[in-house]
T-cell receptor, first 113, second 111 residues
Framework: DSGVTQTPKHLITATGQRVTLRCSPR?????VYWYQQSLDQGLQFLIQ???????AKGNILERFSAQQFPDLHSELNLSSLELGDSALYFC????????????FGPGTRLTVL | GENVEQHPSTLSVQEGDSAVIKCTYS??????FPWYKQELGKGPQLIID?????GEKKDQRIAVTLNKTAKHFSLHITETQPEDSAVYFC??????????FGQGTTLQVKP
């Protein structure tokens, strides 16, 4: 167990809908990262937050947004969902922002029908 | 751009043999190289990492080597066991915190 928690474990929804994925980092970690894992794209970095502020952005679609709250938990919002958004979404956390070990949560499996 | 190539995509070995997975990265600014093991239905688990000021690091049956000049790094698993069967990912971090992952290697250890 990495200490990173993610909810829900599974999410099934329809195209056009909006969902929110939640992540709680390990105790003491200030940085949260979101990754998408799909069969064709592999593990792709989406976005990073450090102590409430956006630190880095990757291949995140404009339909996707995220935030990190004062208690350091983070939410990833996915809207206007398409079939191609079906994937595993992982959250990872680390103590600080750079060159530190990232510990991954168990993931949320999103299925868009 | 930032890219990590990982080979092979699948690897099958007999129990007790060694397994080697190789990665090449493109961004010369990369200075942190972790390896993750992912079992079915679980998140990636950090198993070992190496930083750019070190050429080799070992942890029991697992070792990682880094050649910064060639932009290569490799994972070596000795005395493989069936429980080593999983998907292994290499990654590189270009000093921004984000990880750029390789495509993954499915390792099968046959008893």
């Amino acid at each position: 167990d990495s200490g990173v928690t993610q909810t829900p474990k599974h999410l099934i929804t329809a195209t056009g809908q909006r969902v929110t994925l939640r992540c709680s980092p390990r105790s003491g970690d200030l940085s949260v990262y979101w990754y998408q894992q799909s069969l064709d794209q592999g593990l792709q970095f989406l976005i990073q937050y450090y102590n409430g502020e956006e630190r880095a952005k990757g291949n995140i679609l404009e339909r996707f947004s995220a935030q990190q709250f004062p208690d350091l938990h983070s939410e990833l919002n996915l809207s206007s969902l398409e079939l191609g958004d079906s994937a595993l979404y992982f959250c990872a956390s680390s103590v600080a922002g750079q060159r530190n070990e990232q510990f991954f949560g168990p993931g949320t499996r999103l299925t868009v029908l | 751009g930032e890219n990590v190539e990982q080979h092979p995509s699948t690897l099958s070995v007999q129990e007790g043999d060694s397994a080697v997975i190789k990665c090449t990265y493109s961004d010369s600014a990369s200075n942190y190289f972790p390896w993750y093991k992912q079992e079915l239905g679980k998140g990636p688990q950090l198993i070992i990492d190496i930083r750019s000021n070190v050429g080799e690091k070992k942890d029991q049956r697992i070792a990682v080597t880094l050649n910064k000049t060639a932009k290569h790094f490799s994972l070596h698993i000795t005395e493989t066991q069936p429980e080593d069967s999983a998907v292994y990912f290499c990654a590189a971090s270009p000093n921004t915190g984000k990880l750029i992952f390789g495509q993954g290697t499915t390792l099968q250890v046959k008893p």
